[in-house]
């Protein structure tokens, strides 16, 4: 993400964001009312926190490290 920048590269200012350096993360929105941030992000092959998320957690449940 470049801290952010990818997207405002791409974007400008239809997109709007606020990185925190310190967890290496940001809260991304659309300013675009015709493209959403879910495609914004999916345009630049990025996965959103909550997917991420969601992926390891299948991977511990195969690997039985997690019973939920």
């Known amino acids: 993400m470049r801290k952010g920048k990818l997207i405002e590269e791409k974007y400008g200012a239809r997109a709007g964001y606020r ?3 310190d967890e290496d993360l940001g809260i991304f929105w659309s300013n675009d009312p ?3 941030i879910r495609r914004m ?3 630049l092959g990025l996965v959103e926190a909550e997917d991420q998320l969601e992926r390891v957690r299948g991977e511990y449940r ?3 490290v997690l019973d939920y």
Do not use: F
């Open 41 to 43: 992000v999916d345009s």
């Open 62 to 64: 195969r690997a039985k």
């Open 19 to 21: 990185y925190y350096e």
């Open 34 to 36: 015709a493209m959403s």
